[in-house]
């Protein structure tokens, strides 16, 4: 009974939590042109494309910094074979390096938002994830072994319905 109550209460949590339905203005399945007009700080991006690639996706809109918890961030709008919108990815840009702290500083500002995340972790990396409805938000960190790098992401995905969120 004890499990059927705990059950019961994280389905109430969990779909208390809203799902935003992309990232701030820009919604899941807007076109180039409608992400633009409905972020105006969002700008066509120039430049390497290595620099606005993820998974194998070229962002052509971006926004060169925006400050979250006092972390500078480089956002990356994604469009899928559709051209509608379907990822938002920011990547922290500070000039003083990441840390394992601000994993948890953001971690504990979506929190109230979102409800509590799967958790993934490592000796090295730490992933929060959440699924609501139409959206999946991951954030991640990672430190690279003898070596003074360390990454700080958070994304932003139209959710596949078939996906699990615990893969």
């Known amino acids: 009974m004890k499990h059927v109550a705990t059950f019961f209460a994280l389905t109430i949590f969990a779909a208390a939590a809203e799902d935003p ?92 938002k979102y409800g509590r995340p799967f958790d993934r972790q490592t000796d090295k990396s730490r992933t929060a994830l959440w699924t609501l409805g139409t959206t999946s938000i991951e954030l991640h960190y990672t430190s690279i072994p003898q070596s003074p790098l360390e990454f700080l992401w958070l994304s932003y995905r139209r959710a596949d319905p078939k996906a699990s969120p615990y893969i």
């Open 21 to 112: 339905g992309g990232w701030t203005a820009a919604k899941w399945g807007m076109t180039v042109d409608q992400v633009r007009t409905a972020v105006p700080e969002a700008h066509t991006l120039a430049g390497p494309a290595a620099d606005r690639t993820i998974d194998k996706r070229l962002a052509p809109l971006g926004i060169d910094r925006v400050e979250i918890a006092r972390v500078p961030w480089k956002v990356l709008f994604l469009f899928g074979d559709d051209g509608g919108l379907c990822e938002v990815y920011l990547d922290s840009t500070s000039p003083a390096g990441v840390s394992p702290q601000m994993f948890v500083t953001m971690e504990e500002l979506l929190l109230p």
